[in-house]
């Protein structure tokens, strides 16, 4: 059971880039975590619960002068700012969810996420979006170093290949976080 005055749905990078077939970094596995993604921010919702959406989005010239960290090198070019590829997918209404635009794996490196949970005396954070061995996996991680409860819920995650998904869930289940399934998610 959740309390809903404390716990948040963070939506990690449900962007057209990577849920679109026309993404640069589509994967199946990302477009199928849409319809789950939906149902679980319509239960926190429906129960008073916070909603956040991160968005990767990285400016044309980030890497630029980079000295080991260029994301461009590693996946190409995606999710550029001022593209259509950065906006979340239809079927995730963002509504009145905080939005928070991050520019590497970890939604907590140099945003505001820290901050707004605690403002708003969020503990619990019910962890869905993709990629789960990429952002899902390196934002739950940051958010239990953070004393935050970081649980990913497994079947509202995407991947681009099955075995990225079990390890994310593996590790995170063993080292810093919990896994649930959407069936199991209750607020009380």
């Known amino acids: 059971m959740f309390d809903p005055d ?6 990690v990078d449900m962007q057209k880039g990577f849920c679109h077939p026309d993404g640069s970094l589509y994967a199946p596995g990302s477009e199928a975590a849409i319809e789950p993604c939906a ?7 429906e129960a008073g619960a916070g909603v956040v959406f991160t968005k ?7 890497f630029d002068e980079t000295h080991y960290y260029d994301e461009f090198d590693r996946w190409g070019e995606h999710v550029v700012e001022g593209t259509w590829e950065t906006d979340v997918v239809d079927g995730l209404a963002v509504e009145d969810a905080h939005v928070v635009e991050k520019h590497t794996y970890d939604a907590f490196h ?5 901050g707004y949970l605690e403002s ?6 019910l962890i869905c979006g993709t990629l789960a061995n990429v952002c899902v996996l390196h934002t739950a991680g940051s958010a239990g170093l953070r004393d935050y409860r970081p649980v990913l819920v497994e079947d509202a ?13 593996e ?3 063993w080292l810093f976080g919990e896994v649930s399934a959407l069936d199991d998610v209750a607020f009380a």
Not at 120 to 125: A, K, M, S, V, Y
């Open 171 to 173: 590790h995170a289940d």
């Open 120 to 125: 708003h005396g969020i503990h619990d954070l």
């Open 6 to 11: 404390s716990t948040a749905v963070v939506v």
């Open 110 to 114: 140099q945003t505001d996420l820290d």
């Open 56 to 62: 990767d989005v990285h400016p044309p010239e980030q």
């Open 157 to 169: 995650i995407g991947a681009i290949e099955d075995g990225h998904k079990e390890y994310a869930l």
């Open 39 to 45: 149902e679980l921010v319509a239960r926190a919702r």
